[in-house]
């Protein structure tokens, strides 16, 4: 079993508060990955990070920002939440090809 | 650009039918891996295997098994005797030794009924 988890699992919040979407593995894995999967099923890459100090924007362009202090911990973070930020958001590592997932977190603005 | 394409948006059968699922892939490099991935109601992704392009060896577990040929670019998956548990999305995703990330397909909702 993947050692990657994310809090909170479920998230409801009111238009213009401030979330953080934690992700934390024990692995030791230097790549992690934050993906945005909609209502309708389809997974897209938001952001990413090579290790520590490296974030990039994935394909799909997102209000959210990422920060990557630590090796273990990799969290998101929505200044102004909005209702089109409504998905669910699974964070993921890899060493060597296999991306690890965690179990998600649902997020609902509204 | 690479790409996948899953394009069964949903299956349904009834409870002990073989039932395949159906991936193509498109992608400029030599060297790349596919994937096979399942999401229950609960919302985590669960790894099934990963295949490398150099390896087209099919491959079974269990009740599960996967056919890779190269010269159609398809992964495909099939479940035997299928059961209610295996009600899930299953998405069919690709990745490359340079790329970041996986690309995803859109998933197949398979729906086994009793």
């Known amino acids: 079993e993947a050692d990657i988890y994310q809090t909170p699992r479920y998230l409801v919040i009111g238009t213009g508060k401030k979330i953080t979407l934690e992700c934390s593995q024990t692995?030791?894995?230097?790549?992690m990955y934050w993906y945005q999967q909609d209502p309708g099923m389809e997974l897209h890459l938001i952001h990413y990070?090579?290790?520590?100090?490296?974030?990039e924007k994935g394909d799909l362009s997102s209000e959210s920002t990422v920060s990557r202090i630590r090796t273990e911990h990799f969290p998101l973070t929505l200044e102004s939440a909005r209702p089109s930020h409504t998905s669910q958001y699974l964070c993921?590592?890899?060493?060597?090809?296999?991306?690890?997932f965690g179990e998600g977190s649902r997020l609902t603005v509204l | 650009a690479q790409k996948v394409t899953q394009a069964q948006t949903e299956i349904s059968v009834v409870e002990k039918e073989d039932v395949t699922l159906d991936c193509v892939y498109e992608?400029?490099?030599?060297?790349?891996?596919l994937f096979w991935y399942k999401q229950p109601p609960s919302g985590e992704l669960v790894f099934l295997i990963r295949?490398?392009?150099?390896?087209?060896q099919n491959e079974i577990s269990g009740r599960y098994s996967w056919n890779f040929q190269k010269s159609t670019s398809s992964f495909n998956f099939t479940i035997t005797a299928s059961q209610v548990v295996d009600s899930a999305v299953y998405f069919c995703?690709?990745?490359?030794?340079?790329?970041?990330?996986?690309?995803f397909g859109k998933g197949t909702h398979l729906i086994i009924q009793p």
């Open positions: 990070s090579y290790g520590v100090n490296s974030t």
């Open positions: 992608t400029r490099d030599t060297t790349y891996y």
């Open positions: 692995m030791g894995h230097d790549k």
């Open positions: 995703a690709l990745s490359d030794p340079g790329a970041d990330g996986l690309t």
């Open positions: 295949r490398n392009s150099f390896d087209e």
């Open positions: 993921a590592s890899t060493l060597g090809g296999e991306l690890f």
